[in-house]
Structure formats: structure tokens, C-alpha cells
């Protein structure tokens, strides 16, 4: 009885329960537990060090990407049976090191430095610690930055799994990528360029350049000039959506595909697939992509690289964002 108290270190009779509550070891991370409030929102609190069950590792991370919509996303905020689920922290993709492996858990081992996908249902990457399936991560060569390493998962995954499975992109086909400046795009730009594709990319006036730098042969500016001036293509890549989803499913040629990654799209081509997705984890296209950043033919789009301690100002930029934000949680 003695032991219980002091390990406890109450003055009462201490249940097992509290006792574990209280040995638990505290991290850093960002929450959220308002829908309403949006971005706003988000809190920097301590949690409770993750555990790693059956096939997970836990990973100390060190830096972390985040997309913008994901408290949009119903998977922030309830779990599979539509459960609250808040506080849940944010994040989702990262690049870290092994810290722990759970029960079986085969083919990662402690010590080596990762990067990945994390469950969109599960606790994520904006803490010092997470726990997530060993399946969702590769291995992250050590010749590339944590920071890189956590700003390809989520974008490079995307593009790769737009292009080249749901859009099925043959060498010669000409693709218009809305957004081609945007984290996404700007992969999706320069992997079909790789793959002898003829990219429009579209975006902002300010961003032609930029979209042009990344492997776009032509830059149709959405503000100012007519999308039908395009012509024909087969492949569109959506990252926009709305009215510019819409007026782009009439330019699909025969047997080309529309690949939104903002949800179904309004207009179907008349002779072709309308596609949506949401991107999944896979080990063999996170190995091909950090292949391509190591030897130069894929450039990351990195804007802001923040601390954990600055993370809730930088997500609420008032300014607006260019590139990737990347949150370095390990300086
Ligand atoms: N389905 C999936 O699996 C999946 C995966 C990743 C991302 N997404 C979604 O895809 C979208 C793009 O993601 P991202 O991370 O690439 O975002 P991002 O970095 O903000 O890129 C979007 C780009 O499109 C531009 N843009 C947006 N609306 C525009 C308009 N009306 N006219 C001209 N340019 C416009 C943005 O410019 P401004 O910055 O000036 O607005 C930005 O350059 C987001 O909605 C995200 O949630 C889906």
C-alpha cells in the first residue's frame, strides 16, 4: 500500500487507474476541440505521450506538415462510428525518427528516420510524439532534411496517385493542373513533366512565373484570361474545384480523365471519367518520390518553417501563404 501512494504520489487511496494518469509522460501538441472556430481555434497543450499498439511505431517527430482543410475534414473530429473525438491533434503527414515498435511490428526499427501519412482518424503529427501504423511510413534517406521529408507525403503522394493511377497519364498527353503554384500542384506539375506530359498549369497572375519554374509549358492565368482557350486535353488535375472544376470537365477530349482532389466533380466530361480521391499511404511511391527529391528532378514547394511554440500563429497567417508550411518540432 505504501508503494501505491508514493508512486502515486497522492495522500488517498490511489486507484490503479489514477495512478497510470498520472505516470503518463506529457508532449507538446497542437489540438483542436471547436469545429466552429476554425483555424482559430487550435491550441498548443500538453497530451499524453502516444503508445504504440499492434503494427504501429511511435516516432519522435521532427518536423510536420499541415494541410489548411483539414478542419474540414468530419475524420478531425469524430472517429469511425461518427464518436466525438477532440481533443484531436492536427497533422498529418512528417518526418521523424523510430522511438518504439508495438506488438509484431515488422519492417522499421528503432532509431531509423521515416517519413509519411498518418491515419486521417488518429492523433497526428503537429506533437512531439505520434503513434501511427508502421505500413504508412518509409525509410528517409539521410541525406534529406526533416523538413523536406515532411512536406512530401501528403503532396507528393497526391500528385503521384492523381497522375499516374486515377489519371492513368500516358508520355505526349497534355494536362492542365488547377493550382499548379499550390503544394500539390506544384508536384503534379513537375511529375508530369518528367513523364514527357505537356503541363498547362493555371493559378494566379502573380504565380506564372513560379508555375512556369516548375515545368508548366504554358500558365493560364484564372483571374484575367479564358479558360475554354485551352483547347482540348486529356487530363485535368483539380485542386481548386467550383465554378473552374466545372468549365474544365467541357475541355476533356475524348476517352481523358477529370481528377479532382476537392471532392466530386460538378461536370462530367461528356466522353470521359470524372474522378475523385483522397490520398493513401504507400511505401513504394514515398520511396519514388524521395527518390526524385535526392537527385534533383523533384523541387519541394516550402514556404514557412515554424516551431511547435510558434505553430498556432503561423497556421493562421495573415498574409497570404506561399508554399508549404512546415512545422520544425525538433530544432
Ligand atoms: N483529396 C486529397 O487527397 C487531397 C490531398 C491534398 C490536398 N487536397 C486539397 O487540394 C487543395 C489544394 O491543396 P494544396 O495543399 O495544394 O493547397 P495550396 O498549396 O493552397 O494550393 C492551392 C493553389 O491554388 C490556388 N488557387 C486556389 N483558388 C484559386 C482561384 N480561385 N484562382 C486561382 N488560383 C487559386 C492557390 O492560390 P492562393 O494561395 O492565392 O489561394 C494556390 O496556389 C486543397 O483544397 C486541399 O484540401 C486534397
Same mark, same amino acid.
Given at each position: 500500500?505504501?508503494?501505491?501512494?508514493?508512486? +502515486?504520489?497522492?495522500?488517498?487511496?490511489? /486507484?490503479?487507474?489514477?495512478?497510470?494518469?498520472?505516470?503518463?509522460?506529457?508532449? *507538446?501538441?497542437?489540438?483542436?476541440?471547436?469545429?466552429?472556430?476554425? %483555424?482559430?481555434?487550435?491550441?498548443?497543450?500538453?497530451?499524453?505521450?502516444?503508445?504504440?499498439?499492434?503494427?504501429?511505431?511511435?516516432?519522435?517527430?521532427?518536423?510536420?506538415?499541415?494541410?489548411?482543410?483539414?478542419?474540414?475534414?468530419?475524420?478531425?473530429?469524430?472517429?469511425?462510428?461518427?464518436?466525438?473525438?477532440?481533443? /484531436?491533434?492536427?497533422?498529418? $503527414?512528417?518526418?521523424?525518427?523510430?522511438?518504439?515498435?508495438?506488438?509484431?511490428? %515488422?519492417?522499421?526499427?528503432?532509431?531509423?528516420?521515416?517519413?509519411?501519412?498518418?491515419?486521417?482518424?488518429?492523433?497526428?503529427?503537429? +506533437?512531439?510524439?505520434?503513434?501511427? $501504423?508502421?505500413?504508412?511510413?518509409?525509410?528517409?534517406?539521410?541525406?534529406?532534411?526533416?523538413?523536406?521529408?515532411?512536406?512530401?507525403?501528403?503532396?507528393?503522394?497526391?500528385?503521384?496517385?492523381?497522375?499516374?493511377?486515377?489519371?492513368?497519364?500516358?508520355?505526349?498527353?497534355?494536362?492542365?493542373?488547377?493550382?499548379?503554384?499550390?503544394?500539390?500542384?506544384?508536384?503534379?506539375?513537375?511529375?508530369?513533366?518528367?513523364?514527357?506530359?505537356?503541363?498547362?498549369?493555371?493559378?494566379?497572375?502573380?504565380?506564372?512565373?513560379?508555375?512556369?519554374?516548375?515545368?508548366?509549358?504554358?500558365?493560364?492565368?484564372?483571374?484575367?484570361?479564358?479558360?475554354?482557350?485551352?483547347?482540348?486535353?486529356?487530363?485535368?488535375?483539380?485542386?481548386?474545384?467550383?465554378?473552374?472544376?466545372?468549365?474544365?470537365?467541357?475541355?476533356?477530349?475524348?476517352?481523358?480523365?477529370?481528377?479532382?482532389?476537392?471532392?466530386?466533380?460538378?461536370?462530367?466530361?461528356?466522353?470521359?471519367?470524372?474522378?475523385?480521391?483522397?490520398? $493513401?499511404?504507400?511505401?513504394?511511391?514515398?520511396?519514388?518520390?524521395?527518390?526524385?527529391?535526392?537527385?534533383?528532378?523533384?523541387?519541394?514547394?516550402?514556404?514557412?518553417?515554424? %516551431?511547435?511554440?510558434?505553430?498556432?500563429?503561423?497556421?493562421?497567417?495573415? $498574409?497570404?501563404?506561399?508554399? *508549404?508550411?512546415?512545422?520544425?518540432?525538433?530544432?
Amino acid at each position: 500500500m505504501d508503494n501505491v501512494l508514493s508512486i +502515486a504520489g497522492a495522500s488517498t487511496l490511489a /486507484s490503479p487507474k489514477r495512478q497510470m494518469t498520472e505516470e503518463k509522460i506529457m508532449m *507538446k501538441a497542437i489540438v483542436v476541440t471547436d469545429q466552429a472556430a476554425g %483555424t482559430a481555434g487550435m491550441k498548443l497543450v500538453e497530451r499524453p505521450e502516444p503508445q504504440a499498439a499492434i503494427n504501429d511505431v511511435v516516432v519522435q517527430v521532427h518536423a510536420s506538415g499541415f494541410v489548411p482543410t483539414e478542419l474540414e475534414w468530419p475524420s478531425t473530429w469524430t472517429d469511425r462510428l461518427d464518436r466525438d473525438r477532440t481533443p /484531436s491533434i492536427l497533422g498529418h $503527414e512528417l518526418a521523424g525518427v523510430v522511438t518504439a515498435l508495438g506488438y509484431g511490428t %515488422t519492417g522499421l526499427s528503432v532509431g531509423q528516420r521515416v517519413f509519411g501519412l498518418a491515419d486521417w482518424y488518429r492523433d497526428g503529427t503537429l +506533437a512531439e510524439y505520434v503513434a501511427m $501504423e508502421a505500413r504508412n511510413l518509409a525509410p528517409l534517406p539521410g541525406d534529406v532534411d526533416f523538413t523536406v521529408g515532411a512536406s512530401l507525403p501528403i503532396s507528393g503522394l497526391t500528385a503521384w496517385q492523381g497522375l499516374f493511377q486515377h489519371g492513368r497519364l500516358q508520355a505526349g498527353q497534355s494536362v492542365l493542373v488547377h493550382g499548379a503554384a499550390g503544394a500539390v500542384g506544384s508536384m503534379v506539375t513537375q511529375l508530369a513533366r518528367e513523364f514527357c506530359a505537356h503541363v498547362i498549369g493555371t493559378g494566379r497572375a502573380a504565380d506564372r512565373q513560379t508555375v512556369l519554374d516548375f515545368g508548366a509549358k504554358e500558365f493560364v492565368d484564372l483571374g484575367n484570361d479564358a479558360l475554354k482557350d485551352v483547347g482540348g486535353v486529356d487530363l485535368v488535375f483539380d485542386g481548386i474545384g467550383g465554378d473552374i472544376g466545372k468549365r474544365s470537365a467541357g475541355l476533356i477530349r475524348a476517352g481523358g480523365t477529370l481528377v479532382s482532389i476537392v471532392g466530386p466533380a460538378e461536370a462530367r466530361p461528356a466522353d470521359g471519367l470524372a474522378v475523385d480521391f483522397v490520398v $493513401e499511404s504507400d511505401r513504394a511511391q514515398l520511396s519514388e518520390i524521395v527518390q526524385r527529391v535526392r537527385d534533383g528532378r523533384l523541387r519541394t514547394n516550402i514556404g514557412n518553417v515554424s %516551431t511547435l511554440d510558434n505553430a498556432v500563429a503561423v497556421l493562421n497567417p495573415t $498574409e497570404r501563404r506561399k508554399g *508549404k508550411t512546415i512545422i520544425r518540432v525538433r530544432p
